[in-house]
């Protein structure tokens, strides 16, 4: 009763303002008109304030006067009081404390005035009338009760039966059963039925009785019966105990309750004339038995599910019929109709929503529904009530709909006019038919349109004072598609009709709420009811069946069963049909051709369906090895792809989840990103793609879907306008870019873990290349505007957002082409000009007004230092540009027109073909085919544009105010090394733009030390890189090789190409750089050289990597190895070498890891098939007849960034190197020498030591070459003319030349056989006769530090070498800079002090003039370097041959005696001609020496002898200071050769600014 609480402040105020408030609150509750709910709330009140006296709040006396003036509200006001003692009197009589019932008393006896005995002696307990003194003694009142109840219920009224007249009831039936259309009204018909009850004596229940049988027979007289039977009737509860005795006369087996006695029990339900609850408990069967009734259909259905997934045996199957037949046979004992569900019907047909509600609320959810004939009782007055807002808003244009009369009871639920009415009853309704909605399609398809009326009046109506309002009702649509709306469809059989029309509302719907939606269908839905788990179950079974079936043959059959099954339950069939492909991969082709008969509800079901399975979290997503991704994550990725292409299903779902992925540091799920944008825009990322494609990939986007894919992909149009669609609604496209980007390094760091490094490199280049791929279709496929909109500048990208620099330049890079042919659009629509300089000119100012701002940014991403050597300019040109600016694949044009050109003779040769297609196929390639042509011919223009800004700008590019050396190392460090992995394109541009820098003879640039650089340090960078960049890395290598092989192959090709230019100066200059003279360039001959060092440095990093035993190392040098293949190895002995180590490679990881074993063996047979493209080494580069030209000493720092001097190519050849790699292999023993061989070429390093040295000495080398001058000038008067004497002493030299050659071929072989101990001691006895020689020879005394360092140098030789070609592979740039100061510590040592040594290589082909210096170098020494480099061959012969009989020992001594005493002779004329010659030979300046001079003939054995003299001295030579020239003792002979080649740099160059060596 206490629902209604007084507020304390009217107990505290009473007397001011409590009482008010409490007289206004009882008249306002009395004036309710709520069906008795107004008597409950006064009866709260006047109660709460009873119990307020009681408990002493507030004052007798004042309560009383209030209650009193209570009465005159109600006339049944002191009915209701009494109730409320009646209530405190059960309270108070339980209550401990006498207080609060004396209390109670004085109160009830205050308000005997005006509450009436009668009443109170009715409902107050006797003890409680006693104590007010209305009875004397309750025991006696009990008595006299008991009394009278037993006399009104007990005794038998015995004259009734003897005077009821059967005439009576005759009368009543009559009465009631006439006609009622004329004017004969209910209260007529009362008074004869009253008559008749007198007249008769009838009983009135029995007549009551016969009433309800009457109208029970004329049902259809509602309003005359009823009106009858409220007049008639004094106590609801004698009507219900009738109606009940009705009801359970037909609860015995097999007995049928008649629908009219439901009717006229639902009508005075209706009309509140009995109640539900005195009703309710007559009807069978109880509610206890309902609920047990639903969990048995429940667990049968599940049984029934179980047996249908279940694989059972034949004999069990035969049980199980068994026992479904002693079911059936039960269950045709056919149980009593349940009453309850009669009942509610017939209030649903009536309109009695409200009782029918209460009773559908005692039992289980949906039971009531699941009989069809509720659903669709339901279902009719869910169509009355939506009529007038269907009417209005859902019915399409053009459709007339089916007209419903409303029902004629005025308190059925009132139609809706408005979307907020059907909050009223409407949506509960709704909800209360679940899935059994499914009934009645018409209705499903009328709650579908309402709901695409409101939706578009959601999305249409922004108003916010409604906006509550609107969201509310939103949630209760999104409710009743997901309680009502999807369950009913899995119950509809096949109707395709409402999946169309459920998805028409459905699109409205964000996302979001879609797969919210379908993940509840999917798997909560399923579990609710037992026809539902049926229909899992069935749908299951069926799926089974077809995809047992599918092939590629029967894809149209399989394909019509799927989307039948489709219509209905979609995410069944597509949850079991993923698990499938999950395993089975080769279901993918037939499955995805089968989806074409689906909906495009189920397309948007299959797309969460497909998240769904990706977001497994029970599902590992790598194999168990660890090293790679699981298959059916592969598996589900492709299948994406070729889903989403070919069907026209939403993508932002399946793109946030890979962006929430991202999000989350994980980067698996990029292979779904990969395979949509590769199969929907046809963008391919691969790193085997053949040169052809990659040379396509250069030219336009026509060109590049024509002949850069593996796969010719066509009709991408409208699935990547799709795709870009998704990404730009949605704002996916740079977050996706951003996060990739920086996912890179995360995969490394932050995601790496514990996994195997195989893994990190595969979700690194997986995460990268779908980086590029989707950087690349953005590019191709978003308007300017678009682009430019949505990326920022690259200072934001890099600082802001923490974009690597690489992956920040290539997102900008169109963003960069775009605006600068818009900007060039615009000039040339200012200005019209038609010439081409004119528009040449308006690019570039196009170019300088985009690319300034992105100048100024770039000073932001590096050190200020950095800005030093290379021009901001140069820097954001060289990531700016790509391999579309900078060259036109005209070869690539012309291979694809070509192609079109075969495609339309074909097509016209073919006769199969009808005309009306051939003449569509031929247009189509005719169009292709002048589409690429003008492409071709807009790239052109293009290039040249980019050509001409390029010369414009590469003065300013490199500012070189650090040394040469710093300059190239930054440029690969920020530009070259970070593009040449980022794509294949990017390696090929990488190598291009060398190049270019080269050809366009940029100042400061020395492309010989940057090749150099490159090819003398790939050990780290090999080790570094992951799979892919490998083969990037590769391609790069190759590209540069093949430059450096087209210069190699052909002396014309270098002349025009190298010669004269910058980057192959030997010497820079403050001044002059524009190739210098003649004296400073490499001349053709050394560059073969330095080549040839280039491959052996290549061969030792391959070598070295093949010997670690690491995998990445191994596998990355396989791939660098396979890339590089077309132009190395060319040099025979190198590529045997490599061909051993492979080969063990192979031996060793067959049955350890395969995949290198594979890599291993492809490599091995193709580097076999290219054994007949190898060389030797003497015809890679020339070394039989070096010439006798003087070089620069700073020429003889070797290339290997060693810091070492150069070594003599005939060492080589008599085997005197001692490498500290031979060790490890007896193979590596023909490549490592190589290094010394080839060491002619230098190293170009910085010496900053030769200012101080030039000033110092300038005096003294102007004198020295006015001497030589002299000299040279009386030689030349004194030249002596051919005479028989110079022939017949050339014959003798060939003779000689052909035995040396034998001699030096067993040399050689004896140095691969010689033990390394024998070697150094041969070496060391060498050096000691060597140096008695020399003194003896020369007449002047060596210096004893010279003579240590030299043997010094010669024992550390092996050990230094290798250490310090380490040192410098530790990291590619910069160098160690250690290593470093090493090197120009003993730079600025050779650059002080020339050696008496000169390298071989350039003594080959050097373009330097003979010089005096040489001339007395010969006279002095070449007696001396004759006898004691033929002892050193006699020694070395000894050692190598020492098992060996002793005949051919004596033998080989005869020959030498022989051959000594030639040479003797020779020599003892030569040297007189020498003399001769020194008072006047007069040879050109600048002729070269090609072959030997025939004004000094000697002998080619001669010229080896001294070369090897020479190369086995110059390492002591070279590196130590001459004493005399810094000290003030006598000057060398040597000084005066570096002093006159300083004078003439002087005079050519001015000051010299650095000396540095390629």
């Known amino acids: 009763m206490a ?30 008109t709520d069906h008795g709910s107004e008597i409950r709330d006064v009866q709260a009140a006047l109660y709460e304030l009873c119990w307020q006296v009681v408990q002493g709040n507030l004052k007798l006396d004042l309560v009383v006067s209030v209650l009193g003036d209570m009465m005159e509200l109600r006339d049944d006001m002191p009915s209701i009081l009494a109730d409320v003692f009646s209530t405190l009197d059960l309270e108070t009589a339980a209550l401990e404390e006498k207080v609060k019932r004396d209390h109670y008393t004085q109160l009830v006896g205050a308000c005997l005035f005006f509450v009436p005995d009668a009443i109170l002696k009715e409902r107050l307990d006797p003890e409680t009338l006693e104590s007010l003194g209305l009875i004397k003694q309750a025991h006696q009142f009990n008595q006299k009760i008991v009394k009278i109840k037993t006399k009104l219920f007990y005794k038998q009224q015995k004259f009734n039966l003897l005077r009821e007249e059967n005439e009576g009831y005759a009368k009543l039936i009559t009465e009631l059963g006439q006609d009622l259309s004329g004017n004969i009204t209910s209260h007529l018909v009362l008074e004869s039925i009253k008559s008749l009850i007198g007249c008769f004596n009838l009983d009135p229940n029995r007549v009551l009785d016969i009433i309800l049988e009457v109208y029970e027979s004329r049902s259809d007289q509602d309003e005359f019966f009823l009106a009858l039977i409220k007049s008639y009737m004094c106590e609801p509860l004698t009507l219900c105990h009738i109606l009940g005795f009705k009801f359970k006369f037909y609860q015995e087996p097999n007995e049928e309750t008649p629908k009219s006695l439901y009717h006229i029990a639902a009508a ?27 969990k048995r259909d429940i667990s049968e259905a599940k049984q029934i599910a179980r047996k249908l997934v279940m694989v059972v045996v034949p004999s069990e199957k035969s049980e199980d019929k068994d026992k479904e037949k002693e079911k059936e046979e039960e269950k045709n004992d056919k149980p009593p109709d349940n009453q309850k569900l009669g009942l509610l019907e017939a209030l649903l047909r009536i309109g009695d929503w409200h009782h029918a509600q209460s009773i559908m609320d005692q039992m289980p959810s949906f039971y009531a529904t699941s009989h069809k004939a509720i659903a669709l009782a339901l279902c009719q007055l869910v169509h009355l009530t939506v009529e007038p807002l269907y009417r209005r808003a859902g019915l399409p244009k053009g459709a007339r709909g089916c007209v419903l009369h409303p029902l004629r009871n005025k308190r059925a639920p009132r139609p809706a006019e408005s979307f907020d009415d059907l909050r009223r009853d409407t949506f509960s309704m709704i909800c209360y038919l679940g899935p059994h909605l499914s009934h009645d399609a018409i209705l499903f398809a009328k709650i579908v349109r309402l709901g695409k009326a409101f939706m578009k009046e959601y999305q249409s109506d922004g108003r916010s004072d409604v906006k509550e309002k609107m969201e509310t009702l939103l949630s209760c649509f999104l409710s009743i598609a997901d309680q009502v709306l999807l369950p009913s469809l899995s119950l509809m059989e096949c109707n395709a009709c409402m999946s169309e029309e459920l998805w028409g509302l459905f699109k409205l719907f964000p996302y979001r709420h879609r797969y919210r939606l379908y993940g509840q269908w999917k798997n909560e839905t399923y579990t609710s009811h037992p026809l539902l788990v049926k229909v899992k179950a069935q749908t299951v079974e069926r799926a089974k069946y077809i995809m047992k079936r599918l092939t590629k043959e029967n894809v149209k059959q399989s394909g019509r069963q799927i989307g039948k099954l489709s219509h209905s339950n979609p995410t069944i069939l597509f949850d079991y049909m993923l698990s499938q492909i999950q395993w089975y991969d080769n279901l993918i082709v037939p499955v995805v051709d089968s989806l074409k008969y689906l909906t495009s509800l189920n397309y948007d079901v299959l797309a969460y369906c497909i998240i769904e399975a990706l977001a497994n979290p029970e599902k590992e997503k790598m194999k168990h090895d660890d090293t790679t991704i699981s298959s059916w994550l592969q598996s589900l990725a492709s299948l994406c792809g070729a889903v989403f292409r070919k069907y026209p299903i939403e993508l932002a779902g399946l793109l946030q989840y890979v962006t929430n992925q991202l999000k989350a540091g994980k980067s698996f799920d990029l292979l779904i990103l990969k395979e949509v944008v590769q199969k929907m825009a046809g963008i391919e990322i691969t790193d085997e793609m053949t040169s052809e494609q990659l040379e396509a990939m250069t030219g336009g986007e026509q060109l590049k879907a024509e002949g850069g894919y593996f796969g010719q992909i066509r009709n991408t149009k409208k699935s990547s306008q799709r795709l870009k669609d998704a990404l730009l609604d949605h704002e996916l496209a740079l977050p996706l870019c951003l996060l990739m980007a920086q996912q890179r390094n995360g995969v490394v760091f932050l995601e790496s873990g514990e996994k195997h490094l195989k893994l990190v490199g595969h979700l690194y280049d997986q995460c990268h290349d779908t980086l ?17 909109k949505r990326v920022p500048s690259i200072d934001i990208l890099c600082n802001q957002f923490h974009t690597p620099h690489d992956a920040a330049f290539f997102l900008s890079r169109p963003m960069y082409a775009h605006q600068i042919l818009s900007k060039y659009d615009e000039l040339k629509k200012a200005e019209k000009g038609n010439r081409q300089q004119q528009k040449v000119h308006k690019y570039v100012a196009a170019c300088e007004q985009v690319m300034t701002p992105v100048h100024e940014a770039v000073v932001s991403l590096h050190p200020a230092r950095v800005w030093d050597d290379l021009r901001p300019q140069f820097y954001a040109t060289f990531w700016s540009l790509t391999m579309y600016d900078l060259a036109v694949p005209h070869s690539a044009y012309e291979r694809e027109v070509n192609k079109l050109k075969v495609q339309i003779k074909a097509i016209e040769e073919n006769p199969e073909i009808p005309m009306n297609k ?55 460090q920020l530009c070259l090394f970070p593009r040449c992995i980022f794509s294949s394109i990017d390696a090929v541009y990488c190598a291009r733009f060398v190049e270019l820098v080269h050809q366009q003879k940029t100042p400061n640039f020395c492309t010989l030390l940057c090749y150099d650089r490159v090819f003398s340090a790939i050990i780290y960078t090999v080790a570094s890189c992951t799979e892919n960049e490998s083969h990037r890395y590769g391609r790069f290598l190759c590209c540069m090789l093949e430059t450096v092989t087209r210069w190699h192959s052909d002396r014309a090709i270098y002349e025009k190409e190298c010669v004269n230019y910058p980057g192959f100066l030997t010497i820079f200059r403050a001044t002059g750089f524009d190739g210098g003279n003649k004296a400073d360039q490499l001349d053709y001959e050394n560059f073969r050289h330095v080549v040839h060092k280039w491959h052996y440095m290549l061969t030792k990093a391959s070598v070295h990597c093949l010997e670690t035993g690491d995998y990445t190392h191994i596998r990355n040098i396989l791939i660098v190895l396979t890339k590089i293949l077309p132009c190395y190895p060319k040099v025979l002995n190198l590529g045997q070498a490599l061909e051993c180590r492979v080969h063990k490679i192979c031996l060793e990881e067959k049955d350890k890891r395969p995949d290198l074993y594979a890599l291993a063996m492809g490599y091995s047979g193709r580097l076999k098939s290219q054994k007949v493209h190898m060389v030797p080494e003497n015809e890679f580069h020339h070394k039989e007849q070096p010439a006798r030209s003087a070089t620069p000493a700073n020429q003889q720092n070797g290339p290997g960034s060693t810091g070492k001097p150069a070594i003599s190519t005939s060492k080589t050849e008599e085997g005197t190197s001692e490498d500290g790699d031979r060790g490890k292999d007896k193979s590596q023993g023909t490549t490592k020498p190589v290094n010394k061989a080839n060491s002619a070429a230098a190293k170009v390093t910085t010496s900053n030591g030769n200012g101080a040295l030039n000033s110092t000495k300038a005096v003294k080398e102007r004198d020295d070459k006015e001497k030589s001058g002299k000299e040279k000038k009386e030689k030349k008067e004194k030249t002596p003319g051919s005479t028989p004497e110079t022939k017949a002493e050339n014959r003798r030299e060939k003779q000689r030349d052909e035995r040396a050659g034998k001699e030096e071929r067993v040399a050689r072989e004896g140095k691969e056989k010689t033990p390394k101990a024998d070697r150094e001691k041969a070496k060391a006895e060498e050096k000691s006769s060597k140096d008695d020689k020399a003194k003896a020879g020369n007449g002047e005394p060596v210096e004893p530090s010279r003579e240590r360092d030299a043997i010094k140098e010669s024992k550390s030789k092996e050990k230094g070498d290798r250490s310090a070609v380490a040192g410098s592979l530790k990291s590619p740039v910069p160098r160690l800079e250690s290593a470093e100061s090493e090197r120009d510590h003993k730079r600025r040592k050779i650059d002080s002090h020339s050696s008496p040594s000169h390298s071989s290589s350039v003594k080959d082909n050097s373009n330097e003039p003979k010089e005096s210096t040489s001339k007395h170098h010969a006279n002095y020494n070449s007696v001396t370097r004759s006898k004691s480099r033929e002892r050193e061959t006699e020694k070395k012969e000894s050692d190598n041959t020492q098992g060996r009989s002793k005949e051919k020992k004596e033998e080989k001594d005869r020959k030498e005696r022989k051959r000594d005493h030639a040479l003797n002779e020779l020599e003892t004329s030569q040297e007189s001609k020498r003399r001769k010659d020194e008072n006047g030979m007069n040879s050109s300046k600048n002729s070269k020496s090609d072959s030997p001079s025939c004004d000094s003939p000697l002998s080619a054995e001669k010229e080896k002898i001294k070369r090897s003299k020479s190369s086995s001295k110059e390492k002591a030579d070279s590196v130590k200071p001459e004493r005399t020239s810094s000290g003030g003792k006598k000057e060398s002979r040597h000084d005066k050769e570096k002093s006159e080649k300083k004078e003439k740099r002087d005079s050519s160059g001015g000051k010299e600014e650095k000396k540095q060596y390629p």
């Open 268 to 294: 005075l339900l209706h009309h509140n004339l009995i109640e539900l609850e005195d009703l309710y408990v007559h009807l069978m069967p109880v509610d206890a038995t309902i609920v047990e009734e639903h």
């Open 918 to 972: 051939k003449k569509k196929e031929k247009e189509r390639c005719t169009a292709l085919q002048e589409k690429l042509q003008e492409e071709e011919k807009k790239q052109l223009e293009h290039v040249q544009r980019v050509l001409h800004r390029l010369k414009l700008e590469k003065d300013n590019w490199l500012l070189a105010k650090s040394t040469k050396n710093e300059t190239i190392t930054k440029f690969l």
């Open 772 to 788: 590029v791929q989707f950087g690349g279709f953005l590019a191709s496929n978003l308007s300017t505007e678009d682009y430019i």
């Open 3 to 32: 629902t209604l609480i007084l507020p304390g402040e009217w107990i505290k105020n009473w007397e001011k303002s409590g009482k008010h408030e409490f007289v206004q609150l009882c008249k306002e509750l009395t004036k309710k």
